[in-house]
């Protein structure tokens, strides 16, 4: 494969299908593109033979993601779309947001309703704001800050939507 077909697929991945190139507000759209992935892997759970087997499935795919994203952003920033962190990659948007999602499970519709969009607003906030060190994490260097700062916003933004959701199921 040559390199302008590499290119292609890494600023498709990069762009998440190119939701990233939206005009408006890249990175909410591109959150929400990563809301099908989610609800693919909510329905997956049941394939599962226990919930355990389901989360270490599901971490592993977080961590891949997570490689994945740093490479694809640190050729996005260098070779494609030539700047630091640029807005149309979302590749970062997508991880963050399973992230926050990650050990919440969601049972019917009207759950998984609540759970896809706590998880959007609680991360979009916590993206857009940055607080402590998911703003300083971004000065790394080579696509690693590109995605780190909205890996770190997913976690915080996990334990933020766990606290939640368990205080609901005690209510």
Not at 98 to 106: A, E, H, N, R, S
Not at 120 to 125: K, N, S
Not at 135 to 145: E, R, T, V
Request: contains cysteine.
């Amino acid at each position: 494969m040559d390199d302008n077909k590499n290119l292609k697929w890494i600023r498709t991945l990069g762009t998440w299908f190119g939701l990233g190139d939206f005009p408006v507000m890249p990175g909410t759209i591109g959150t929400l593109g990563a809301i099908p992935l989610f609800l693919l892997f909510n329905y997956c759970k049941k394939f599962f033979p226990n919930i355990l087997i389901y989360y270490s499935f599901y971490f592993i795919f977080l961590m891949t993601l997570f490689m994945v994203a740093v490479y694809i952003s640190g050729i996005c920033e260098e070779a494609i779309f030539h700047e630091k962190d640029p807005p149309n990659v979302v590749i970062d948007e997508v991880l963050g947001y399973m992230t926050t999602l990650f050990l919440v499970t969601p049972v019917g519709g009207r759950e998984i309703l609540k759970a896809v969009m706590a998880a959007l607003v609680i991360f979009r906030i916590l993206d857009i704001t940055k607080p402590g060190p998911i703003d300083k994490s971004q000065a790394i260097p080579n696509g690693i800050g590109v995605v780190l700062d909205d890996f770190l916003a997913g976690i915080i933004g996990n334990f933020i939507l766990l606290c939640i959701w368990t205080l609901l199921r005690w209510l």
